[in-house]
């Protein structure tokens, strides 16, 4: 995108060039699932609708027992 105005003199040079992405942030993420592989658990969940650019990363937090929560390592959503 660029822009230049004008006056009863005639038209200025143009802006320099600026890009623009017409995205928003993910929409929330669809019902997640879990289930229980011997002492580890397994999670999934359904990709959000990503409107407009592709979901790089995920941040997972799990809930302690007295109510604060703790983050995962970094998700990127590939590891099954």
Do not use: A, D, R
């Given at each position: 995108m660029r822009v230049r105005a004008s006056n009863k003199?005639?038209?200025g040079d143009f802006s320099p060039i600026i890009s623009i992405i017409a995205a928003l942030a993910p929409s929330v993420t669809p019902v997640i699932t879990t289930v229980q592989l011997g002492p580890d658990a397994g999670i999934s969940w359904g990709l959000p609708p990503n409107n407009?650019?592709?979901i790089t990363k995920y941040d997972?937090?799990?809930?302690?027992?007295?109510?604060?929560?703790?983050?995962?390592?970094?998700?990127?959503g590939t590891d099954p």
């Open positions: 003199y005639g038209w407009g650019l592709v997972v937090l799990f809930k302690h027992k007295n109510g604060s929560y703790f983050p995962t390592s970094e998700c990127l």
